[in-house]
């Protein structure tokens, strides 16, 4: 199973990005999908999760209201609308997939992961 994640990039305070993951050589339909993030000396946290359905989101606290996750399963795609970004939001944000009953907001759930692409929020 491979899953590359691609849409970060440099952006200005208040900007919006939308990050999309591919996954490909196994079944996305049948995997809970999350977005997680890690800045720079700092542990890996939770942004959001969606179930293989797409019937239920998870949102990390902080996040509800500004960042928004969804999938298309025909496209085996996840995406993560991320809307008026902050200095905080800076991160390399990584794609995960699980197999799981559900979907879960900790990192080792997740058996599948992306190698991340970076976002960067400047003045």
């Known amino acids: 199973v491979q899953l590359q994640a691609f849409g970060g990039g440099l952006v200005q305070v208040g900007d919006s990005l939308r990050l999309s993951c591919v996954v490909s050589g196994g079944t996305f339909s049948g995997y809970h999908m999350a977005w997680f993030r890690q800045a720079a000396g700092e542990d890996r946290e939770f942004v959001a999760a969606?179930?293989?359905?797409?019937?239920?989101?998870y949102y990390a606290d902080r996040r509800k209201g500004r960042f928004t996750i969804s999938r298309d399963n025909a496209k085996s795609t996840v995406w993560l609308q991320t809307n008026s970004l902050q200095f905080e939001d800076t991160a390399v944000y990584y794609c995960?997939?699980?197999?799981?009953?559900?979907?879960?907001?900790?990192?080792?759930?997740?058996?599948?992961w992306g190698r991340g692409t970076q976002v960067t929020v400047s003045s």
């Open positions: 995960a997939a699980n197999t799981r009953l559900v979907p879960g907001t900790k990192a080792e759930n997740y058996e599948f």
């Open positions: 969606i179930s293989w359905s797409a019937s239920t989101p």
